[in-house]
């Protein structure tokens, strides 16, 4: 759930990520958009909306995960998005996102993920 002072691109953002709507979710990014993450085992980048879609598409396991829960909030001049994502195989992990919104698409988004950890303990 987007929180009220959300902008609608993240609105947008949310809901692509919960239906693994992976076409959505590259159309809430800008053309020159950049995507860092920390994850286990280390950083991840991507550019544009395609390479960003495409690194979602892995993390959800192509259908295989599920999102549990998602919210946003602002946060000074950014926009945080945190979600918890359930696989099959009983685990699950977070990821904090903070995203950098201008003229209704994500240009830059920071992701610190928790790594994969017991489902039943999440």
Do not use: K
């Amino acid at each position: 759930m987007a929180h009220a002072g959300s902008p609608p691109v993240v609105e947008r953002f949310v809901s692509a990520l919960r239906e693994r709507d992976f076409d959505g979710i590259a159309s809430c990014f800008g053309a020159d958009s950049l995507l860092v993450a920390v994850v286990p085992p280390g950083i991840r980048e991507d550019t544009g909306p395609e390479e960003i879609a495409a690194r979602y598409r892995r993390w959800l396991d192509d259908g295989l995960a599920t999102v549990q829960e998602a919210e946003a909030t602002p946060f000074s001049d950014l926009t945080r998005i945190r979600y918890v994502v359930e696989a099959e195989d009983g685990t699950a992990y977070e990821q904090t996102a903070y995203a950098e919104i201008e003229a209704d698409r994500i240009v830059r988004v920071r992701i610190a993920c928790s790594g994969h950890r017991p489902a039943a303990l999440a």
